[in-house]
Structures are given as C-alpha cells and as structure tokens.
C-alpha cells in the first residue's frame, strides 16, 4: 500500500537517466495525493521530520530551477533552503488547491527573481561540473563532433556558453526556457507556476529560444 | 506563434547540456539536514535573529549594490579625518600642552619610562604651565623625536 503510495506521488521522468528533467506538479483540480496531503499536515503541526521528507522529494528540482536560473551553486544553495524554509513558515497558509510541490515552486521561483532582480550588477558563475554521462549524451556528441562549426570545443567550453547565452535572458524568458527546455515541464504547468496564461508562456519560449540561439549561432549548426 | 515548431533543435540539444550540470557529490544528501537544521535554528532563536535582522540588511546591501559598500567607506573615512581634525582644533583642559613648547610637537610621557640617559636639558617640568593638570601625575614633556631618539638609544 505504501508502495502504491509511493509510485502515486513519484514523478516519472520523461527520459530515462534525465536527472534533473523535471516531471510536471499534479493538476489542481486533481486529488493531491494522499501521502503529500499527510505529509503536509504533520508538517502544519509542526512535524519536522514530515516536512524533512518533503524536503527530500522535491529538493533536486527546486535546486535544479534556482540553479539553472542563477547559474551559481551557492546562490542556488542558499535560495533553494530559503524557498523550503519559507515554505515551513508559511504552510499554515497552504490551502491545498494546487500540490505542496507546486506551491513551493512557486516560492523558489518569485525568491529567485527577487534575487536576481537585486544582483543585476553582479553576474558572477559558479559552475557545477558535468556529470559523467554528459560525455555519452548522443544529443551532445552529435552536436561537437558533427554540427558544430567550432568542432574543438569541449563540453565545458559549451557549458559556459551556454550558461553566458542564458544570463543575458531576462528572467521570465531564463526561467520558460528552464522549465519547459531543461526541466520538461509542459506550458500548462509552467502558466500554473508563473501565473500567467499559455500564450504568453509560448511566446516567452519563442522569444527566448530565438535570442540564445542568435547568441550561440557559433555552437550550432 | 508556436515555437515548438519553429526549428530550434539544434537548441534543444544544446540545452540538454544543462541537465548533466550536477552539484558536488552527496550535496543532497545533507541538503535536507541543512534546511531542518537552519528551521529549528530559527526557532530557537527567532527574536535574537530578528535583532540583527537589520544588520544582515543593511550588509547585504553591499553585496547587491558595490556602490553602498563605496559610499559607506568614504563616509566613515570622512567621519573618521573630521574626528581627527576636530580633536586637533579642540583646545586641551589646563591651558593647553603646546603653549609649552611653543610651535614644536611634544609628547607627554611619564618621568618612569625616562632612561638614565635623559637629558635633563630636555625635561620640562609641566607644573610650571600647566599646573593643576599636572601636578597628580609625575609627567615631562619633551620634543616627540627627542624621545625617539633617547629610547633608541637604549
């Protein structure tokens, strides 16, 4: 039973071995699984171990947002713990409408914006390394040793490039580009976490994808 | 517009490179520790934190904007040489220790860090000036570079 609770409140990722693919909240008008909704409540009471394990589910993807937005590990760091801590603070005004992982989305994403709003003079990278696998991802490979019209560059040549082309987006175009390119979510769910409608999300995606790809025309075919 | 069906995958590609961006190893695992940790942190000392509260404020300030962190140290460096200006124009209780040597600088110090090698010369009595200042404490004033060279020499 535990199990099947389990497997209810798991995302699935869309591709497998996609670590920090992220896999969309639940529907608000859908039933939040029972196990969250427990889980939430003895978090309410101020049940620290409750909460520890929602910290635990959903910790990689928030990191992963805030990371993937500042391009800084430490202020991911720090914004990541704040957005849960906050959320800890502010549970007794969840009402539930939407999944706690939703909520919390929310949070770490208007923390990051404020964020990056005040660090505008300060645009420093932190870098996280590539994992392992980043060597073997067909898309990758393909794209230095075929497409590319610069084939020397190396993987991390194209990780700070990329990173670059990413910063000089503002943040509502940083951020669709996140969720629906890096994380998977689908544009439904990236209106619930904005808070803005499907048309804006497309043409934010639109928009945002046509500047990185003017920035690294260099890096792509 | 949709941009699903515009040809960005040469993009998309390249933007999977994001996903294999990983934090160092076991940062996950004490992330959760670190939160619950920084909670009970602050619950146990929520009001003493609020104290400072401004403090982390107002130093966070320099780090979101350099030019605060610019403007704070000059002004505490003109706080700083105005203090200095302002002590130098006030005048010293008991008529003033330079109206003994005149123009020279002169510093104050007591007769038992004299060495026997003093010049006596060089050794002014203050009572004669400054008086009651004085006259609790068995102090000579001397020209500063007297003294320099007198406890070099020793």
Known sequence: MREAAMIMTEPIPRKAGDA?????????????????????????????????????????????????????????????????????????????????????????????????????????????????????????????????????????????????????????????????????????????????????????????????????????? | MNPDSENFDSLRQLLSLKRHEIPPPGYFDRFSRDVIARIKAGERGGEVGADYSWLRRFLGMFDVKPVFAGAFGTAVCAFIVSGIISSENTPVMGGGVSNIAGNTSVAAIPVSMSGPGVDEQFSTSSNSVAGSLFDHFPLQTQPASEQILLTGGN
């Open chain 1, 20 to 221: 920090l693919k992220k896999v969309p909240p639940e529907e608000p008008s859908e039933p939040v699984p029972v196990e969250e909704t427990e889980l939430v409540q003895r978090a309410r009471k101020g049940d620290l171990a409750a909460y520890d394990q929602l910290v635990q589910r959903y910790q990689e993807r928030i990191y992963a947002t805030v990371y993937h937005m500042t391009s800084n590990h430490e202020d991911a760091n720090d914004l990541a713990q704040e957005a849960f801590i906050k959320g800890f603070q502010a549970l007794k005004s969840f009402k539930g409408g939407s999944s706690f992982y939703t909520w919390v989305y929310r949070i770490a994403v208007n923390k990051t914006i404020n964020f990056l709003k005040q660090r505008k003079n300060r645009s420093q990278m932190s870098l996280n390394d590539l994992d392992f696998n980043a060597e073997h991802d067909p898309d990758l490979v393909a794209l230095i040793s075929d497409k590319t019209p610069r084939r020397e560059a190396g993987l991390t040549e194209l990780q700070e490039k990329l990173n670059e082309g990413m910063q000089k987006l503002s943040e509502p175009h940083r951020l669709v580009v996140t969720l629906h390119d890096v994380q998977g979510l689908s544009h439904e769910e990236i209106a619930k976490i904005m808070g803005c409608n499907i048309g804006t999300v497309r043409s934010r995606l639109f928009y945002a994808r046509q500047q990185l790809q003017g920035f690294l025309a260099d890096y792509l075919k």
